[in-house]
């Protein structure tokens, strides 16, 4: 699981570095930052930023395809529904019950993981910021200009 998951990562990652734009890379190198800045601020952060919702899907699809362990023996939380399921016969009630953790386990994950974006990515949160103000302005600006129209005629 982890290789097949780690593959994507790494596709997912390279989608990434690649969108970042040659003309990027190249006004970088003429203002004079090292190989190192290059990668890391204006290859590596903007490109993270893009992909890390497809990041965090991935790391969400390899936590609900973990139940596919339970094929091998291992103890997760299908394997232990399996366990309850034989020795109570309810199998619906323990199915329904699996499910509902797998479903609060996902939202719990997409939460952590919205906030530690919301953290890590700054840019982001002010950019949001700023067409939200965009967004109030632009009613204003509509009734200031109907105003003038209606003062002068």
Request: proline letters at 3%; charged letters at 15%; hydrophobic letters at 55%.
């Amino acid at each position: 699981m982890v290789i097949n998951i780690a593959a994507y990562a790494a596709e997912i990652i390279r989608a990434g570095l690649e969108s970042v734009p040659r003309g990027q890379i190249e006004a970088a190198e003429c203002l004079g930052l090292s190989k190192w800045r290059i990668g890391w601020h204006v290859m590596l952060q903007p490109s993270i930023e893009k992909v890390y919702p497809a990041l965090t899907s991935q790391f969400l699809l390899m936590m609900q395809a973990s139940a596919m362990a339970s094929q091998i023996s291992a103890e997760e939380l299908t394997a232990i529904a399996n366990t309850v399921q034989s020795d109570t016969f309810r199998s619906l009630e323990t199915y329904i019950v699996v499910a509902a953790l797998y479903l609060v386990l996902s939202l719990f994950i997409k939460l952590v993981t919205w906030a530690l974006g919301e953290y890590m990515f700054r840019r982001r949160r002010v950019v949001r910021r700023a067409a939200a103000q965009a967004g109030k302005a632009q009613p204003v600006a509509q009734a200031a200009h109907v105003a003038v129209q209606g003062g002068a005629a």
